[in-house]
């Protein structure tokens, strides 16, 4: 793996990031063993401009933020991409050899599973950070997904791995945590909840 990283904050205010990464995995074909995974995000401290200035009592710190970036899925197994053999036991006349026989169509062309990812986000903190409020966006779609594909019987097999069709997952996040009391004693409470919607969008041109 190789990674690069940028960051750059602009009068602690605007923030912003790039990546890139490049992952190399021995699962995969000989044409696709390398995949590029870039991503970037930009934040935007609110709570730090003048005109935040009269309500900085009530608003300790206010965020927007928003990325977007890809990763990649390398859990199939080892070999898959690759022809291999299984051995077994015959009867040729009375005696019993053991042969070998090809148990899987090679893929050469096998490549990583693909996520690329959307965010957008809001972080709040009331009352000198004693309440904080976090809500996100997301939608995620994932390629090229890694999925064994029936073929035909007559190859002698009955399925291959291929790199076919797309999944979404979208939904949104909200998050609340509270410091009802600091001291010698503390008490914190929290709250969060998550909606998810997670769809098939195709497999294999259905």
Same mark, same amino acid.
């Given at each position: 793996?190789?990674?690069?990283?940028?960051?750059? $904050?602009?009068?602690?205010?605007?923030? +912003?990031?790039?990546? *890139?990464?490049?992952?190399?995995?021995?699962?995969?074909?000989?044409? @696709?063993? #390398?995949?590029?995974?870039?991503?970037?995000?930009?934040?935007?401290?609110?709570?730090?401009?003048?005109?935040?200035?009269?309500?900085?009592?009530?608003?300790?710190?206010?965020?927007?933020?928003? $990325? %977007?970036? +890809?990763? *990649?899925?390398?859990?199939?197994?080892? %070999?898959?991409?690759?022809? &291999?053999?299984?051995? =077994? @036991?015959?009867?040729?006349?009375? =005696?019993?050899?053991?042969?070998?026989?090809?148990?899987?169509?090679?893929?050469?062309?096998?490549?990583?599973?693909? &996520?690329?990812?959307?965010?957008?986000?809001?972080?709040?903190?009331?009352?000198? @950070?004693?309440?904080?409020?976090?809500?996100? #966006?997301?939608?995620?779609?994932?390629?090229?997904?890694? %999925?064994?594909?029936?073929? &035909?019987?007559?190859? *002698?097999?009955?399925?291959?791995?291929?790199?076919?069709?797309?999944?979404?997952?979208k939904g949104f996040e909200f998050a609340l945590e509270?410091?009802?009391?600091?001291?010698?004693?503390?008490? &914190?409470?929290? +709250?969060?909840?998550?909606? @998810?919607? =997670?769809?098939?969008?195709?497999?294999?041109?259905?």
């Amino acid at each position: 793996s190789y990674l690069a990283r940028v960051n750059y $904050s602009l009068y602690d205010k605007y923030l +912003f990031s790039v990546n *890139g990464r490049v992952d190399g995995s021995s699962r995969f074909g000989d044409n @696709n063993k #390398y995949g590029f995974f870039p991503s970037g995000s930009v934040a935007w401290r609110v709570s730090e401009e003048e005109f935040m200035e009269p309500v900085r009592s009530v608003i300790s710190n206010l965020k927007l933020r928003t $990325s %977007y970036g +890809f990763t *990649g899925n390398t859990e199939i197994g080892v %070999y898959e991409s690759l022809a &291999t053999l299984e051995n =077994n @036991n015959w009867t040729i006349g009375n =005696n019993m050899v053991t042969g070998f026989y090809p148990n899987r169509i090679p893929n050469p062309d096998l490549k990583w599973e693909r &996520t690329g990812q959307f965010d957008i986000g809001l972080d709040v903190r009331f009352i000198d @950070n004693r309440i904080r409020v976090t809500a996100d #966006y997301y939608r995620k779609k994932t390629t090229d997904l890694l %999925y064994d594909v029936a073929i &035909t019987t007559a190859s *002698g097999h009955s399925k291959m791995l291929k790199n076919i069709g797309s999944v979404e997952n979208k939904g949104f996040e909200f998050a609340l945590e509270t410091d009802n009391i600091r001291g010698q004693f503390n008490w &914190t409470s929290s +709250f969060n909840i998550s909606l @998810n919607r =997670n769809k098939v969008l195709e497999l294999g041109g259905e």
